[in-house]
């Protein structure tokens, strides 16, 4: 999953791609409003964290143009402004939901898993695939009750494939999910984390498709 941080305050954004990356997340980051939109514009992401209040263009402009440009990722609005009817506008223009400074990261994350399997068609805080299960809260991973240890790439390989469970999932898609702003990684790397992944969940009888030409296909083996 991959996350676009918009926020000017230094100390709060990176704080923000701390908690995001400690998560598990691919995290970007912009402190301008102009620069900001482009990457949305640009970028594959799975969702926006935006601030209203932004050198050069301020927040509910780049929600207003990102969502006439047919962009309907999930985006939380940050504001100072504590005020019903800025928050009211946030929403009428397209926003899902919406925090006040001070907030609480801790809140914040519970926000973001909500919104992303919401985003991916499902409310449940627990994905499953056969013996397989993954709690997008504790970010933990078990098959048949016990816990597989992974890496946090390979993690987020496994929940992008788990949220688009039963869909081909290509390549190119994988590496937009993993790769924050400046970060490479490259088709080898994914037959890597792939490889890697199957030798853990095979036994338990989750496997991992190669669909050729096309990508890869999370299954019950």
């Not at 609005?77 to 990261?105: E, H, I, M, N």
């Not at 390989?157 to 590496?175: A, D, H, N, Y």
Request: proline share 2%; hydrophobic share 45%.
């Amino acid at each position: 999953m991959r996350i676009l941080i918009v926020e000017d305050d230094e100390v709060l954004a990176d704080s923000l791609v701390r908690a995001m990356v400690a998560a598990g997340y691919a995290a970007d980051h912009a402190d301008d409003g102009e620069v900001a939109l482009a990457m949305l514009l640009d970028g594959c992401y799975d969702l926006a964290i935006l601030d209203i209040n932004l050198p050069r263009m301020d927040g509910l402009a780049i929600l207003r143009h990102a969502r006439a440009a047919k962009k309907t990722l999930p985006v939380i609005l940050l504001t100072a402004r504590d005020s019903v009817g800025d928050r009211v506008l946030g929403l009428d223009l397209g926003a899902d939901d919406y925090l006040t400074k001070p907030f609480s990261v801790a809140e914040l994350e519970a926000r973001v898993r909500a919104l992303l399997r919401r985003g991916q068609g499902g409310g449940a805080a627990t994905l499953t695939c056969g013996s397989l299960e993954f709690d997008s809260v504790g970010r933990r991973v078990t098959l048949a009750g016990e816990v597989v240890e992974l890496s946090a790439r390979e993690l987020a390989v496994l929940e992008t494939l788990l949220f688009r469970q039963g869909k081909v999932v290509s390549k190119e898609q994988l590496i937009e999910s993993l790769c924050a702003w400046g970060e490479e990684v490259t088709p080898n790397a994914i037959e890597v984390y792939m490889h890697r992944l199957r030798k853990k969940l095979e036994p338990g009888g989750v496997g991992i498709r190669t669909v050729r030409g096309l990508g890869y296909l999370l299954d019950k083996a």
